[in-house]
């Protein structure tokens, strides 16, 4: 028997194609290396059953017929299962036809409408009936930060922040099998005047600037909505890009922002910030109220509005607590290149003198802040065109900068993550990472395939998390198209490598304060992550009540994935036929330079897995471009470590899958082979 070792080494290579990533690892999906052996990730379980909708917000009103002989009035509705929406409408002579109703506006927008309500018009017509038609918020309410923390005492709890809300999970708290999702979004009235209520925050909602960066306005009354041929008239309707007379760049769309929340915590209590509303919140922990029925608790409140506050900036991008704690707030007063802070220990003083440690710093550069991240070298500051670094100074000047890099900036704060020694980003075609001193591009091997395919033109739908337990950094990003992340890319800080996947993730809070990461769903569910697989002497066979998700969105979403080891085929018949959502596929393995063939009688594996819980696949092919490759197997790798096969080829494509749930470690590879000649 002549072995054939093939050396394979950790991490996926997608810089190239498939045939030039020989003796690579090339592509998978829920996989990782670990010390040296491809093992799938951990598994994961619902965190709580509440899923986080809109509030029910009526957003949209449009004319459908415009009718006639109608006066100045008001809207209300019918049906829907809201309340409070009201509106008004104007009229018009046109065309000499008198009472047209040609403009439409939403007074109170109203809330809890799960379907569309039914839009009533006052006053009475001799003409033809006006019809008018509304749009509300229903769908899932996209989460965009999350943040946890431990109390002196213990206790657990995770924010939860998303475009129309702010939620509360309290692990001391209990509802059926789960802790539920308390929300604590603050009250309508508690919103500042000028700024946008939570129910009405749409996503791409930039505070000050509504739906991206261009005009509003009806473009050419497009839309029944008023507007001129200049746009600008109507504010949060739509932009029509592409024959709006003051915008030529197509590229325009790529300066629309989603809003995320920026949490930090002070003390036992927490503070934050959501980009689109712009206001400092402030969550009391001592003096919150739980309703359990109504899932419901103490909302935050501004903390400008406790008692003793002086000079608490609004309309900021992000806030968080400096280690000297000091309250740090990012885009202060709707300044994009400035920074504030309180006084050293203090959560309302934030008016400069000669008795305190309050300030503020306008940083000199071209671009836009886009947030803070805290190291253990100061807090980084990201801007759309560059990276500074805060340091500490001590009285009088308290806080200083310094320039980090010019270019650089990150897809959004959320592109962020990492420990307090290591932090990494993404940008625009690039990875980052600082460690202390100055930033360096990190050797991607999987960049061509991530930046060839991502969509930017939304910024800060990218959400990076930390996995401590693993030393991986992983960004999950919407592939060009899609709205909302639905791929992943890890790189193992510890080990120096690269895996990608697919995984409809938004938000990532790692392991550090709850003892386990937590991930927010697309779904609007939160999902607990790395689950351990069952470590009993016997191996738990999966159980027969479980059903095999058909592809990676039904699998994003399933409640709980628990790990397994192994299959019995008599519970689940079907196991072979099912999709084998889990695996690892190589580049071209050939004998020296790929101008003989091989011939391979069997292949040998260095294999932990359960029965029918993990096979390989072959494909052959005499050329890269070969039309008709053949494809051997599946074999289930056995137990022996023998698995035998027939198969003659110039090049050879291994794959290895498991279903969903399985829990394995794959480690090196042999072949049985020979040398079959040139032709």
Same mark, same amino acid.
Request: glycine fraction near 14%; hydrophobic fraction near 35%; include cysteine.
């Given at each position: ?8 080494? &950790?991490?996926?290579?997608?810089? &190239? ?24 990730? +951990?598994?994961?379980?619902?965190? &709580? ?38 509106? $008004? ?5 046109? !065309? ?15 809330? +809890? ?65 789960? $802790? ?28 000050? =600037? ?29 932009? @029509? ?25 002070? !003390? ?8 689109? *509303? ?113 340091? @500490? ?5 308290? @806080? ?17 993550? +990492? ?40 910024? !800060? ?22 709205? /909302?992340?639905?791929? @992943? ?17 938004? $938000? ?6 709850? !003892? ?8 609007? /569910? ?54 084998? =959502? ?31 819980? =993990? ?35 110039? *090049? ?28």
């Amino acid at each position: 028997m002549a072995l054939l070792p093939i050396k394979i080494p &950790a991490g996926f290579f997608r810089n &190239a194609t498939q045939y030039q990533a020989k003796n690579r690892w090339y592509k998978g999906n829920l996989v990782r290396f670990s010390e040296g052996r491809l093992r799938p990730i +951990g598994g994961w379980q619902r965190l &709580a059953d509440t899923q986080i909708i809109q509030k029910g917000a009526v957003y949209e009103l449009k004319i459908e017929t415009a009718g006639s002989g109608y006066s100045n009035g008001t809207l209300a509705f019918t049906g829907g299962g809201g309340a409070s929406f009201t509106g $008004a409408y104007t009229v018009s002579t046109v !065309g000499g036809v008198a009472g047209v109703i040609t403009g439409v506006s939403i007074t109170n927008s109203g809330s +809890g409408f799960t379907s569309i309500p039914t839009v009533t018009i006052s006053g009475s017509t001799s003409g033809i009936t006006a019809v008018i038609t509304a749009k509300v918020f229903n769908a899932v309410d996209p989460i965009r930060g999350l943040h946890s923390w431990r109390l002196g005492a213990g206790a657990r709890y995770l924010l939860v922040g998303s475009v129309q809300s702010l939620r509360l999970w309290d692990g001391s708290q209990s509802a059926g099998t789960n $802790a539920p999702l308390y929300d604590i979004t603050p009250t309508d009235a508690s919103v500042p005047s000028g700024t946008i209520a939570f129910k009405d925050q749409k996503d791409f909602l930039i505070s000050g =600037l509504g739906y991206g960066a261009m005009e509003y306005g009806g473009d050419r009354n497009l839309d029944g909505t008023g507007g001129t041929a200049s746009g600008g008239d109507t504010y949060g309707t739509a932009r @029509y890009a592409p024959i709006d007379p003051d915008i030529q760049d197509a590229d325009a769309w790529r300066d629309n922002y989603v809003p995320t929340w920026q949490f930090d915590s002070f !003390g036992d209590d927490a503070i934050g910030v959501q980009s689109g *509303q712009g206001s400092i919140w402030y969550v009391d922990v001592s003096a919150l109220s739980f309703n359990n029925s109504a899932q419901t608790a103490t909302p935050a409140v501004l903390l400008s509005s406790l008692a003793n506050s002086t000079g608490v900036p609004e309309d900021n991008v992000g806030v968080l607590v400096t280690p000297e704690r000091h309250i740090m707030i990012i885009g202060a007063g709707g300044n994009k290149r400035k920074i504030a802070w309180g006084h050293q220990e203090s959560l309302t003083d934030f008016t400069p003198s000669v008795t305190n440690t309050a300030g503020d710093l306008e940083i000199q550069t071209r671009g836009r802040i886009v947030g803070g991240f805290k190291s253990r070298y100061g807090i980084l500051l990201f801007f759309t065109d560059s990276v500074w670094k805060t340091n @500490y100074l001590g009285t009088p000047y308290i @806080y200083g900068v310094e320039r980090l890099s010019e270019g650089g900036g990150c897809l959004g704060m959320k592109s962020v993550a +990492g420990s307090a020694d290591f932090v990494a980003w993404m940008s625009r075609g690039r990875f980052w990472s600082f460690t202390g001193g100055y930033i360096t591009e990190l050797a991607c091997d999987v960049g061509d395939y991530v930046f060839s395919d991502i969509n930017t033109d939304l910024e !800060g739908l990218v959400s990076g998390g930390h996995n401590a337990e693993f030393g991986e950094i992983t960004w999950f990003y919407p592939k060009e198209g899609d709205e /909302y992340c639905t791929r @992943y890319v890890t790189y193992s800080y510890r080990e120096k490598h690269w895996t990608t996947g697919e995984l409809e993730r938004s $938000a990532w809070e790692s392991s550090d304060s709850l !003892g386990f990461p937590v991930a927010g769903g697309v779904d609007g /569910y939160l999902y607990r992550h790395e689950l351990d697989p069952d470590t009993q002497s016997t191996p738990i066979l999966r159980e027969s009540n479980v059903t095999a998700p058909a592809d990676v969105e039904a699998l994003s979403g399933i409640e709980s994935r628990v790990m397994a080891k192994g299959v019995d085929s008599a519970i689940h018949p079907n196991v072979a036929s099912e999709e084998h =959502l889990c695996f690892a596929e190589t580049g071209a393995i050939e004998i020296g330079g790929g101008n003989k063939l091989m011939s391979v009688k069997s292949i040998i594996t260095d294999t932990d897995a359960g029965d029918k819980g =993990l096979r390989m696949k072959v494909t052959v092919a005499d050329t890269p471009d070969d039309s008709t490759p053949i494809v051997e197997g599946a074999y289930d790798l056995t137990a022996d470590g023998y698995t035998d096969t027939r198969f003659t080829g110039r *090049q050879a494509l291994l794959r290895v899958e498991s279903p969903f749930d399985q829990e394995w470690r794959f480690g090196e590879v042999r072949f049985d082979a020979t040398q079959a000649g040139k032709r």
